[in-house]
C-alpha cells in the first residue's frame, strides 16, 4: 500500500531545543540585536517590564486554573490544563476505555469442560 502522504524531510524534523525551537546561538543573536537597536542603557529596564509581563501571565493563568477547578467541583482536583487539549482528552478516554475492557476480559476466562477432554 502506498502513502499519499509524502515522508517528512530531515529538514523539517522537530527538535526539543531550549525555547521555542531557538537554540543557544539563536538567543545569542537575538540578544546582540537588542542591545543594537534598544541601547545598553533601556536593555536592563526593558528586561525588567519583560519579566514582570511573564509574572502577570503566569499568575493570570494559574489564577484561571484554580477558577476553573473551583468552578467544577469535586473530582476535578487534579485537573491540569493540558488535560483539556481534545487530543490529550480523547486519548485519556480511549486508554480508560481500553483499559476498562482488558479488566473485564481477564475476569472471564473461558473454562473447558474436563469431560470433553
Not at 32 to 47: E, K, N, S, T
Not at 73 to 94: A, M, R, Y
Request: net charge neutral; aromatic share 6%.
Amino acid at each position: 500500500m502506498v502513502s499519499a502522504l509524502p515522508r517528512p524531510s530531515p529538514w523539517m524534523r522537530v527538535s526539543k531545543t531550549m525555547f521555542f525551537d531557538f537554540g543557544a546561538g539563536e538567543i545569542f543573536g537575538l540578544a546582540l540585536l537588542a542591545i543594537i537597536l534598544v541601547g545598553p542603557d533601556r536593555l536592563p529596564g526593558l528586561a525588567v517590564d519583560a519579566a514582570k509581563l511573564v509574572k502577570k501571565i503566569k499568575a493570570l493563568s494559574q489564577s484561571a486554573t484554580a477558577e476553573l477547578r473551583q468552578n467544577l467541583g469535586p473530582g476535578f482536583e487534579d485537573l491540569q490544563p493540558s488535560d483539556l487539549h481534545p487530543k490529550k482528552f480523547i486519548q485519556k478516554h480511549i486508554s480508560n476505555a481500553l483499559e476498562d475492557d482488558e479488566a473485564q476480559a481477564a475476569k472471564f476466562k473461558a473454562k473447558i469442560d474436563p469431560d470433553l477432554l
